[in-house]
């Protein structure tokens, strides 16, 4: 039996492809006919009235060519294609998008010269896509449309937060390196507040001892006191840090501090809104029940990878998260296999962590045997879960079903044996 492809299918040739290359202030489009034969590229503004005036275009070209439909073709070129591919599917319109990859790699193939023009990249996608070379673009609609941006924007909160704690963690190691042996987290909110007040050995030794201690343990909700005050104060006494310039650190250290507390509350703020919009997907709660699985990693999967009913099989979604097998090999040389992470990558990230963590609950069973008994690398192992928890929510999405430990491990033992 042949393994089934996931290559879109060739364009009819009684369609007209309509190939769109766009820019932040217009949109140049070339149409191809079912002979081959290219219409002259026309540019159009990124307006409404460059839609409207697009729109009758395309229309008198399908007109003359007496063609029984149309079909657009776009490359995703940020979020600058949104709005037209929005446009068109409002209007019921079928639009496709070709990866900038493939048109980069066959534009010197068209013509044979390396030339580049917005007319000629409009003219390769069209032919790239009647050729079956694109994917159906899913504009993510309602609640999906919410969680790629709250996703996108959790991941920019996460990377400042990264940042300011990398920077906080310099000048803590400069002034007063003791702190961070004192507490696990430095950007807990018992050293955040501690920092505001005394963030330098001499600061610390100039507070009182009972506000030293009544600061901590309320920042910490009584669960530290006045035993890590006083090692607080014998950390100071004896501590390594520099002198000179210390007003600038004391300085930095606090404009950090507030810059932390204010990404730490945007992201929580994230957070509550991306729990708010997966209580409108209808299958969220299917996806939740698998245990260990959070609801900021389901909402940031949806999010990325958009509403799980569009995909046919579970390899479709493999693909989309770039998960998806390749290898070079040629003659007697045998390339070795390996992810192609062409996909969504913050998707990954997210399947990442979230295959760690079930790789000690309901998804130990394939690690342990790919690890221990298949002797692989763990890593491959963790991404062997991550396609196998794609499978597992594509199923339960599909069958419309809570996730069930039990029958789940009795199929994993019926694949070991």
């Not at 229309?59 to 490359?75: C, D, N, P």
């Not at 294609?81 to 446009?87: C, D, K, M, R, V």
């Not at 920019?156 to 920077?167: F, G, P, Y």
């Amino acid at each position: 039996m042949r393994r089934r492809t996931l290559r879109c299918p060739i364009i009819q040739s009684n369609l007209v492809v309509i190939g769109v290359d766009i820019a932040k202030t217009e949109l140049v489009a070339v149409g191809q006919l079912g002979s081959g034969e290219e219409t002259k590229a026309r540019k159009f503004a990124m307006s409404r009235a460059g839609f409207l005036a697009f729109e009758a275009w395309w229309k008198l070209v399908v007109s003359k060519a007496q063609a029984e439909g149309v079909v657009f073709a776009l490359e995703p070129t940020g979020h600058y294609g949104t709005p037209l591919a929005t446009w068109l599917q409002d209007q019921g319109l079928q639009v496709c998008l070709v990866q900038p990859l493939h048109t980069n790699r066959v534009k010197e193939l068209y013509d044979g010269t390396r030339r580049k023009t917005d007319a000629k990249d409009a003219a390769v996608i069209a032919d790239l896509c009647r050729r079956g070379v694109y994917k159906p673009w899913r504009v993510p609609r309602g609640a999906f449309a919410a969680l790629r941006v709250l996703a996108r924007r959790r991941e920019q909160l996460v990377k400042q937060r990264s940042q300011a704690t990398n920077r906080l963690h310099r000048h803590l190691d400069v002034v007063f390196p003791e702190i961070r042996e004192l507490f696990a987290k430095p950007t807990s909110a018992t050293v955040l507040a501690l920092l505001e007040e005394a963030c330098t050995p001499d600061e610390v030794r100039a507070l009182p001892f009972l506000e030293l201690v009544g600061r901590i343990r309320s920042a910490s909700r009584g669960q530290l006191g006045e035993k890590r005050a006083q090692e607080l104060l014998a950390a100071a006494e004896t501590s390594i840090g520099i002198a000179d310039g210390v007003q600038a650190h004391q300085l930095a250290i606090r404009q950090t501090v507030t810059e932390l507390r204010q990404v730490l509350e945007r992201l929580l703020e994230v957070e509550q809104a991306m729990q708010q919009a997966l209580t409108e997907v209808p299958y969220a709660m299917r996806m939740l029940s698998i245990p260990k699985l959070g609801v900021i990693t389901v909402a940031t999967l949806l999010g990325e990878l958009g509403d799980l009913r569009a995909y046919r099989h579970a390899g479709q979604l493999i693909k989309m998260a770039g998960l998806d097998l390749v290898e070079s090999s040629s003659g007697q040389r045998k390339g070795k296999r390996h992810i192609s992470r062409r996909g969504r990558r913050y998707a990954r990230q997210m399947l990442y962590l979230a295959a760690l963590r079930l790789g000690g609950g309901v998804l130990a069973v394939p690690r342990a045997r790919m690890v221990e008994h298949n002797r692989k690398e763990p890593t491959k192992a963790a991404v062997a879960n991550m396609c196998r928890l794609l499978r597992i929510l594509h199923a339960l999405v599909r069958d419309d079903r809570d996730f069930e430990a039990g029958r789940y491990a009795a199929l994993e033992v019926l694949v070991a044996a």
